[in-house]
């Protein structure tokens, strides 16, 4: 099985550098042209199932791809980006003027994993909720291709969880907007392969 994470295209929250997590923000216009590029691309993709985050950016992404294929459309509220609680919608500059004494009690305790945001979730749950879902999708779907438009902090949490990388470690590579991660998906001895990561080659 080979499975497709692909994240949703560009909003305005991600070029002005504004925390969005699981907030409902739409795709911008040059969001919308990534999503159409993709789709392109994906056209002559054998895809047998597409499933998608409920939020508006990924379902607008996954339903530009399924205009060539024509699939029932699964979506997962579980595909969510994670949960930044207090933290969404403010700029990166705001949360190191407003939060600074938690952001650095978290640094001196080596915690960023475990720790959450206030009213939001931890990388840890992150991780948790994101192989729940992988587990899922593999254990349902009976197709050879699947496609999951998601967002970036489940597919750094996937490729994470099957790389064995400490939290620290997770930093060291990008997911960009509509970027394709490909995963290969042994049944029979229940492991992943990763054969493609951020390939952004349909945007260049």
Do not use: C
């Not at 899922?136 to 009976?142: A, H, V």
């Not at 969880?161 to 509509?178: G, M, S, V």
């Amino acid at each position: 099985m080979y499975l497709y994470l692909i994240r949703h295209g560009q909003t305005d929250a991600n070029i002005n550098k504004i925390y969005q997590g699981n907030s409902n923000v739409p795709l911008n216009d040059s969001g919308k042209e990534q999503a159409k590029i993709l789709a392109w691309r994906f056209k002559g993709y054998p895809i047998g199932a597409l499933y998608s985050s409920d939020l508006e950016r990924a379902l607008e992404t996954a339903r530009a791809i399924n205009q060539y294929h024509d699939l029932n459309l699964v979506i997962e509220r579980d595909l969510q980006e994670i949960s930044l609680g207090e933290w969404q919608g403010k700029t990166r500059e705001q949360v190191k003027s407003e939060y600074s004494d938690f952001i650095q009690k978290r640094r001196d305790n080596d915690d960023i994993y475990t720790t959450a945001v206030p009213g939001g979730e931890s990388y840890q749950m992150l991780e948790k909720r994101a192989m729940a879902m992988l587990e899922k999708i593999t254990g349902e779907s009976e197709e050879e291709h699947v496609a999951i438009v998601t967002h970036g902090g489940i597919i750094k949490s996937i490729i994470g969880h099957i790389l064995e990388l400490p939290h620290q470690k997770r930093n060291a590579f990008d997911i960009y907007n509509t970027s394709i991660t490909v995963l290969k998906y042994s049944v029979e001895k229940n492991r992943f392969k990763i054969k493609a990561l951020n390939d952004t080659a349909h945007l260049e």
